[in-house]
């Protein structure tokens, strides 16, 4: 099952093992019983340290679970973990025999706080790239938690189990049977989500900090970017996010960063992420602002930045930087069926619907090629779309045009998500040229409509938006008020690009440090 290079260089790593471990393989004499004992088997034989056994008694089989010799199993893997998923198991391998993880002492040191008795299944799908930090990171939970269990489970080796739960995105995860999130969650927002203090104690935390130099609110590649410019010039440089690494997180392949040939978002995140820890800046993640306040509204001069947890952070200067969600359609049955057939993610939650019959809304480029996708794996797509023409590029166009479970529907509103309780059943859209309305059953809608800025917070304040939500600049990035500076999608730059917004984010740190310098401060 594994190539040679992959062999060779498991072996190699699995020399860092601090204690024998036990792989325990719970088979059923199916074909993929056949595949799993195949993995375990070859995974054993490369290490003296590891043993492979097939006595195992998971009531979920075919599974297998890793476990110091001598103790029961706390890490599961019921499915076969490769694909995205192999890092998940190397690092399974060698945390559970006791290699360090690499998190910090105070995170580690939170873990081992949740003191917590849960059993953790997640469902994944082995093309999904947002999957495996979630099990990874409930794989450390169990570890460092003696009475928890955690599962990884493989939509498609146990597709009864994902119809009865009616699982229709990925990640998602459950507690003790009860659903308790899906979507990318890191490490600290699983931790900060079963930790109920955890809000309070971030409060204390935070209100205890002096005031920064610059302040950048959102963890994007403009953030990031900012952070890095303004702490290279030796200033006091933090970040304020709710995930370091923001819509590139969701983003699958990138293929015009300059310098970068080929790489994929959660990777690029990453990089950044490691870039910005070079450099001592205070990270503040998991954390939403709620309000802010000028520096000509403050008696003291600095800008205040209110977060929804009540603390509060004063800098001499901020840099916007929140970034852009999904757009939504905004009709009836939407809210009530994300993720239980509403989805926005084709590359993530696409493998779920095998074999069934799709909706993509939306004829820009990513909507087409969220339909080319999605028509590899679904037994149909029907793209959606409102204008009476494509606006994807016509090479994109012509490859749709070229499938044959494809339909196309132009001129077309989208009116309402039907289901039948538990999940989709139907899209009903308006002919914009006779006004009738039409029904397209089916089990699945990917919404594909561009994106939102994240500027809610701001309606209540004296920055100015545009009529889209925009936060308005000009060409030093310099908003309206008073040492509020902002960058990247949430501005209105006119074009929204990774490599743009880098550039914004650096040329917005910039005019932060000039105006600090210019104001005597």
């Known amino acids: 099952m594994l190539d040679q290079n992959t062999s060779t260089q498991l072996k190699t790593l699995l020399q860092r093992l601090e204690s024998p471990i036990e792989i325990i393989a719970s088979l059923d004499g199916s074909e993929k019983s056949d595949k799993i004992k195949e993995l375990v088997t070859e995974v054993a034989a490369l290490s003296d340290q590891v043993t492979a056994r097939f006595d195992g008694t998971n009531s979920r089989t075919p599974s297998f679970g890793i476990a110091k010799v001598g103790e029961q199993a706390r890490v599961n893997f019921a499915g076969l973990p490769m694909g995205h998923e192999f890092t998940s198991l190397i690092l399974a391998l060698l945390q559970v025999s006791g290699y360090a993880p690499k998190v910090s002492d105070e995170v580690l040191a939170q873990i ?61 995860l459950f507690q003790n049977g009860e659903h308790i999130g899906q979507g990318r969650m890191t490490l600290e927002e699983i931790i900060a989500k079963l930790d109920t203090n955890s809000s309070a104690k971030d409060a204390e935390k935070l209100n205890a900090k002096d005031a920064f130099d610059v302040l950048v609110i959102g963890g994007g590649p403009a953030g990031n970017t900012a952070a890095i410019y303004a702490a290279r010039k030796g200033i006091k440089t933090g970040i304020v996010a709710e995930r370091l690494g923001g819509q590139v997180m969701d983003t699958m392949d990138i293929e015009n960063f300059t310098s970068i040939p080929k790489t994929q978002g959660p990777k690029f995140a990453a990089a950044m992420e490691e870039h910005v820890r070079e450099y001592n800046v205070d990270i503040m993640s998991l954390q939403k602002v709620s309000a802010i306040q000028g520096a000509d509204q403050t008696a003291n001069g600095l800008v205040e930045v209110t977060l929804e947890n009540g603390a509060k952070l004063e800098s001499k200067t901020i840099i916007l930087s929140t970034g852009a969600r999904w757009r939504e359609m905004n009709v009836p049955g939407e809210q009530t069926y994300k993720t239980r057939g509403v989805a926005y993610c084709p590359h993530c939650d696409g493998p779920l619907f095998k074999g ?123 908003t309206n008020v008073k040492g509020v500076f902002a960058a990247g999608d949430c501005t209105t730059v006119p074009y929204k690009q990774i490599i743009i917004a880098t550039g914004e984010g650096a040329k917005a740190s910039l005019s932060a440090f000039d105006y600090m310098i210019r104001s005597g401060q």
């Open 112 to 172: 081992k706080g949740l003191n917590i008795t849960a059993d953790f299944d997640v469902f994944v799908s082995l093309s999904c790239h947002n999957c495996p930090d979630v099990v990874q990171a409930l794989n450390l939970i169990a570890i460092y938690n003696p009475h928890a269990t955690a599962t990884m489970i493989d939509g498609a080796f146990f597709q009864d189990e994902v119809e009865e739960r009616k699982i229709m995105a990925v990640p998602m």
């Open 356 to 478: 069934k019959r799709v909706a993509v809304i939306g004829g820009g480029n990513s909507g087409v090629e969220a339909a080319i996708d999605l028509a590899g794996i679904v037994e149909h797509v029907t793209l959606v779309e409102f204008d009476t023409k494509l606006r994807a590029d016509q090479v994109l166009q012509d490859k749709l045009n070229s499938l044959p479970n494809t339909t196309v529907i132009m001129n077309a509103l989208s009116t309402e998500v039907v289901g039948d309780g538990s999940q989709v059943t139907a899209l009903k859209y308006q002919d914009r040229a006779t006004g009738e309305i039409n029904t397209i059953e089916l089990a699945g809608i990917f919404v594909q409509i561009g994106l939102l800025p994240n500027t809610d917070f701001l309606k209540e304040s004296n920055v100015a938006l545009s009529n889209r939500g925009e936060i308005i600049i000009n060409d030093r990035n310099e």
